[in-house]
């Protein structure tokens, strides 16, 4: 039987995490159910006979999102970060938003433990002018939105693939790809639906995936560069100098460290993550 839901998992040095997901995703159907797990940049334990597995010498978020799709044979493809729990009845409720045939992706209520839940926020992912995104996502309020959120969210296969996936030009922690393919998405004229039913506990585990962790300066040169290449992409150009105005604060913590590395390299690396974004996105125009 052809699965009506195929499940991505990219992971990258999240043994136990990911275990733990697995796990929780058997109280879901399995009948009309695939799991792909992307493993980027090393060799795992054996994952459980039910999972397929594929596997990425270098990391990155972006092009382990398309080659799980590439490899899916589901209707409805639904990503999830492989620190998260889920909660019974996730799928269903991801899919049943889909009877409206001009929804293209939902995405759930994601509940972080230690941080404040908003059980009553009701514009939730809105894009404002300078490129920045609202959160709200542990809203008990089911709305249309913006943009999804790349932890727990689901799209219709055939839009993700027409839409051409998500754009592999943002890197490293991939940082604005989902609110990228979204707002392409909404161009068109499809909907995104946050549904509250479809919940997941994120516990941003602080190894692994794409955390600091992994590499303090280099986290911070994708993410000038992604914000960078984002905007240009979806906001007025005019306006780039007042949106790099707001990224001061991340550009002091990067420079400075606050009582890790300080160096040449840490004080160049905004600029030099900004320079790379405007690269990415001349990039994208001779690719029209």
Partial sequence: M??????????????????????????ENGQYLEIIVVVQGEKRNKLPRNVKVRYLKMPSMTHARNIGTGKARGKF?????????????????????????MVAATCGRVITP???????????????LLGGVSGG????????????????????????????????R??????????????????????????PKAVVEHHRTEIG??????????????????????FLKHRMKVLLPIFWMTK???????????????STRSISTPFAGMVDGVRKYKTFLQNI
């Avoid at 230690?114 to 404002?128: A, H, M, N, S, T």
């Avoid at 991939?174 to 068109?188: G, I, P, Q, V, Y």
């Avoid at 001061?248 to 300080?262: D, H, L, Q, S, T």
């Fill in 2 to 27: 052809k699965p009506v839901v195929s499940i991505i998992i990219p992971t990258y040095k999240r043994q136990e995490s990911l275990h733990k997901l697995l796990r929780s995703l058997t109280t």
């Fill in 77 to 101: 493809i639904l990503f999830l970060d492989d620190d998260v729990i889920v909660s019974k009845g996730l799928i269903k409720n991801h899919v049943k938003n889909f009877r409206d045939l």
């Fill in 114 to 128: 230690g941080q404040r839940l908003e059980p009553k926020y009701r514009k939730i992912g809105q894009v404002d």
């Fill in 137 to 168: 996502f542990s809203s008990t309020i089911r709305q249309e939105v913006n943009t999804v959120i790349g932890c727990n969210m689901c799209w219709r296969r055939d839009v993700y693939i027409a839409l051409g996936g998500v754009d592999e």
């Fill in 170 to 195: 943002f890197t490293g922690n991939a940082l604005r790809e989902e609110t990228d393919l979204s707002l392409r998405a909404k161009t068109l004229g499809y909907k995104i639906i946050f549904e």
């Fill in 209 to 230: 995936g794409a955390r600091k962790s992994e590499g303090r300066i280099q986290w911070y040169y994708d993410l000038f560069s992604n914000e960078t290449y984002f």
């Fill in 248 to 262: 001061i604060g991340w550009a002091i913590r990067c420079m400075f460290g606050f009582g890790r590395e300080v």
